[in-house]
């Protein structure tokens, strides 16, 4: 079967820098995306990975490794708007997006 | 008017009911999709339309019925639901589903309860 893994929630203090990991084990791989998504509201698009390695993108840089079917999203300087969920997914061989569940990101003063 | 939008955004309706879902996207964009996101579970893919012509279901039961006349709107049709269909549904938008580095844009989601 096709599945994501994401931590459920996770508490960070504001001004500092917090890691969410994703793991995946899917049919096929044609790419990574993170989104965001803020209580009540649409899930908005974050970052885009398909080959190896760091895609950095202001405050919020994305890192993959194929071989280890891993993925995190890294969220520096933090900001109280930050205060989201974060979803993982990925484009398996049809071309069909797989969703995880979603990392609750909760900033602390 | 810009994006993805949604109407209704808030609807409650009887088991008996039939009601319709409307989603609008305003750009330019190809293929078409409804998901279901239910509290802390994945994003499950419904439809997609691609070109106004279904690509998926993913063996969604038969009372959701989706409808796309053109490639800017689509609908979710709806009758004899279960208090297990209550959740929120979110609509998207996207250029081709293999092309590099398409996202999905969503709308706003309408949030369904069954009673």
């Known amino acids: 079967g096709q599945n994501i893994d994401q931590p459920t929630e996770m508490t960070a203090t504001e001004g500092a820098i917090v890691q969410i990991n994703c793991t995946y084990q899917t049919s096929g791989f044609n790419g990574l995306f993170w989104y965001q998504q803020h209580a009540g509201e649409a899930p908005t698009f974050l970052s885009y990975?398909?080959l190896d390695g760091l895609e950095e993108k202001g405050r919020f840089s994305s890192f993959l490794s194929r071989s280890k079917g891993y993925s995190y999203l890294l969220l520096k300087e933090l900001q109280m708007k930050d205060s989201a969920s974060y979803l993982c997914a990925v484009r398996d061989s049809n071309y069909q997006l797989i969703w995880g569940a979603g990392t609750k990101l909760i900033i602390k003063p | 008017e810009t994006g993805v939008t949604q109407t209704p955004r808030h609807l409650v309706m009887g088991m008996t009911n039939k009601k319709s879902l409307k989603c609008e996207q305003h750009l330019g964009h190809n293929a078409m999709y409804w998901y279901k996101q239910s509290a802390k579970k994945p994003l499950e893919l419904m439809f997609v339309?691609?070109?106004?012509?279904?690509?998926e279901n993913n063996s969604v039961p038969s009372r959701f019925s989706p409808e796309c006349p053109n490639s800017s709107h689509l609908f979710l049709h709806l009758h004899t639901l279960q208090p297990e269909d209550s959740a929120l549904y979110l609509c998207?938008?996207?250029?081709?589903?293999?092309?590099?580095?398409?996202?999905?844009?969503f709308g706003p989601g309408t949030r369904l309860t069954v009673t």
């Open positions: 339309y691609s070109l106004e012509e279904r690509v």
């Open positions: 990975n398909v």
């Open positions: 998207a938008s996207s250029q081709d589903p293999a092309g590099e580095s398409y996202e999905q844009y």
